[in-house]
């Protein structure tokens, strides 16, 4: 989602941004003051708004009067390449130079100040999966324990990653396991069933197994499940 003020937008260029437009299987469909209006209000409540918001009053402000948003949405199937990724990428980067203030990226439940979504995403000029997805750490009932989650990786048309029960100790590895599982996958690597992990810092034995489904909503897609032995 690009919240602004679009007026009449002129043409894509498609050596400056990288991209052919809206992909193939995507819509982008405009909502504001006569065209269901209350699409602009769905993400403004609720703890990631309200977190958002705590964090980033000047531009929450901002987002609240904005009286038109753009929605890029869309399911393909599965392909050999990210172009419709680079496509979107380009094409949300040009609703924001032309009248965007902010990117709302639901997959990742992230708010893009428009320097830092080009600074991060558009400028690197590459598939920079780490900011793409978002690593999550949440409680488990013991709280020497914590479940590592991502967000994000079905932009790539890969399963998210989950690591139930990490102890204390091991947290910088598991996070350097997922960091690395992350940029494995998007850059088209498969995690096989039952596939081991073999890092120093982990204990031996740790295996992945695939789970979960698209209507999954800790992670809305399937996801693999790295369990310890």
């Known amino acids: 989602m690009v919240y602004g003020s679009f007026g009449n937008l002129p043409g894509l260029s498609a050596s400056k941004y990288r991209s052919q437009g809206i992909p193939a299987g995507f819509d982008l469909m405009r909502y504001g ?16 708004w309200e ?19 753009l929605v890029l949405r869309g399911e393909i199937e599965d392909c050999g390449n990210l172009n419709y990724l680079r496509d979107s990428v380009g094409l949300l980067t040009f609703l924001l130079d032309h009248g965007g203030i902010t990117v709302y990226d639901p997959c990742i439940f992230k708010w893009w100040e428009a320097d830092d979504w080009r600074k991060r995403i558009f400028e690197p000029a ?49 996070i350097d396991l997922c960091e690395r599982l992350i940029e494995l996958q998007a850059l088209g690597g498969v995690i ?24 999954d909503p800790d992670f809305n897609n399937v996801h693999v499940e790295v369990r310890w032995n």
């Open 51 to 69: 977190n958002f918001r705590a964090n980033n009053l000047s531009l929450a402000d901002r987002i609240v009067e904005c009286r038109e948003c």
């Open 192 to 215: 096989d069933e039952g596939q081991e992990i073999r890092m120093k810092s982990l204990p031996a034995g740790m295996t992945c197994h695939h789970a979960g489904d698209l209507d």
């Open 126 to 174: 590459d598939a920079v999966p780490r900011q793409h997805v978002v690593l999550l750490t949440s409680e488990e009932s013991d709280p020497t324990l914590a479940w590592f989650h991502t967000r994000g990786m079905r932009k790539f048309g890969r399963p998210e990653l989950s690591v139930h029960n990490a102890p204390t100790r091991h947290r910088e590895a598991v």
């Open 33 to 48: 003051p006569d065209e269901h209006p209350e699409v602009l209000l769905r993400f403004q409540c609720g703890y990631v």
